[in-house]
């Protein structure tokens, strides 16, 4: 693959907060590596880490090859020689009141590529360190026409939300904002309005009148053991609904957009959020996987929910009592990613259908897969109704180069296009959809490790049950 960069893109200098952490480690750094891979980056580019360590360049550049070593893509498997020549580093932290050295290294990144060099500040840091970093951009001149990138959670509550909000776009345009959702970058994710407005086949079924149920379920088989802290003061609802599943959602039940221009997409998307009906209590069911407590890090009491179920409507003449069902949790019976789309039952001659009838599952793991469920004659001498399922890969459309999310969400930041990025207003709406929830918030109810969730959730679909790991009822 090339990697001598795009020509058409301007000279850039990133600035990564948090460059010694666990985000930039895990994900970060892996991604700029393989945007190197595939030729992705502008022709001429730094990578400045920032911290609070006193750490040379050369040592920087040793722990990023760590980085891949562990996480990949390996250094050998690409241009490291030439990737890591352009690594920096900039110790002492950063605050308003207090640089630490980091101007001093971007005065000497923009002496090589140009004083008019794009300007992208990612934040791979906590969510409490956002304010003071804008702060600091604002106080130092780093804010004017650069792009800063905002890891989730974008506040924690809608309170801290719009104070945090109010601040940024005090210092900051809000097409400078990119408030990354790495379910928004995924493959399949980006597929979904693809796979719908290019094709006559779903576009013409994708409504109420031909769909009786949505349901997005993200069940995950992991445990929090390595990230107790964080989960412990998230919880699933925080962490997943109210970001991700919400998202997904949006993208599911958009109508079609002017064009698939960035803008044009994000307005479609934030209309549809708009049009969430807020959650009551008793559309939610919290749960949290038996030994939690037991785990380092997590209270003798937390009530902190590892699993969230939600019955959600929306309010448009397109879905208007279509129920979107969202689930996720740890510890349970499989891990999926999984967009369904189950079809109302015909009517007509065949009236005893086996199991769901037809539904059209997408997955969003790895680059995505299309799976249509469908009801055959049983091969045979009778006249018997079998289920049957075929699938695509999309990995295997010819010609395909699937990215990972935060690969492709990274050269979304470096071209500009905000399409797969969440926005202020649209934001907004997602708190406002959860808040009554947040405001008298349902009891957690206990769950065995290895199980769907609380008993509870399965009376969520109603007598459509959960596609994934029910029966139906």
């Known amino acids: 693959m090339p990697d001598n960069g795009s020509t058409d893109l301007p000279p850039t200098v990133f600035v990564l907060y948090g460059a010694t952490g666990d985000l930039a480690h895990r994900m970060v750094l892996p991604a700029f590596y393989q945007l190197a891979q595939h030729g992705l980056l502008p022709a001429d580019w730094r990578l400045v880490g920032n911290g609070r360590g006193d750490v040379s360049h050369e040592d920087f550049a040793g722990r990023v090859h760590d980085s891949l070593a562990e996480f990949g893509p390996h250094p050998d498997e690409g241009p490291w020689d030439e ?32 004083e008019e060099a794009q300007l992208v500040h990612y934040l791979a840091i906590p969510p409490t360190a956002f304010a003071g970093i804008t702060r600091g951009l604002a106080e130092h001149g780093l804010a004017k026409g650069s792009r800063v990138v905002y890891e989730k959670p974008y506040g924690t509550s809608p309170e801290s939300f719009r104070e945090l909000d109010e601040l940024v776009l005090s210092v900051l345009e809000e097409e400078q904002v990119f408030r990354i959702d790495h379910f928004l970058g995924k493959e399949g994710t980006q597929d979904l309005h693809v796979l719908r407005f290019a094709n006559g086949l779903f576009e013409h079924i994708w409504s109420r009148e031909h769909i009786r149920q949505v349901q997005i379920d993200v069940p995950e088989t992991l445990d929090v053991a390595q990230r107790a802290e964080f989960c412990d003061a998230t919880g699933a609802t925080l962490d997943m609904l109210v970001t991700h599943l919400f998202q997904v959602a949006a993208e599911v039940a958009m109508e079609p957009p002017v064009s698939l221009r960035p803008a044009d997409l994000q307005d479609a998307r934030e209309s549809v959020l708009a049009a969430f009906r807020p959650l009551t209590p008793q559309d939610v069911v919290l749960g949290q996987f038996e030994g939690y407590t037991d785990i380092d890090g997590v209270a003798d009491d937390s009530q902190t929910d590892t699993f969230v179920a939600a019955r959600l409507m929306i309010d448009t003449d397109r879905w208007r009592d279509v129920p979107f069902l969202l689930r996720t949790g740890k510890k349970l ?40 469920h469908l009801i055959a004659k049983e091969p045979g001498p009778d ?71 609380p008993v509870a959730a399965n009376e969520l679909p109603g007598p459509c049950g959960w596609l994934l790991g029910q029966t139906e009822g």
């Open 83 to 114: 990737f890591s020549s352009r690594l920096r580093f900039a110790g002492g932290g950063f605050a308003s009141d207090d640089p630490g050295s980091l101007l001093d290294v971007l005065a000497e990144a923009r002496e090589d590529l140009g």
């Open 383 to 453: 006249l018997s109704l079998a289920e049957a399922t075929t699938s695509l890969d999309l990995a295997d459309i010819p010609g395909g180069d699937p990215l990972p999310p935060y690969v492709s969400l990274i050269h979304d930041v470096i071209t500009g296009d905000r399409s797969l990025f969440t926005t202020s207003a649209g934001l907004s709406a997602a708190w406002a959809a959860i808040q009554p929830v947040l405001d008298d918030r349902p009891a957690v109810q206990p769950y065995a490790g290895g199980s769907w969730g």
């Open 333 to 372: 019976a499989a891990g999926e990613q999984r967009v369904s789309l189950l079809l109302h039952k015909p009517d007509g001659p065949v009236t005893q259908l086996p199991g769901y009838g037809n539904v059209v599952s997408l997955s969003l793991s790895g680059a995505g897969s299309l799976d249509l």
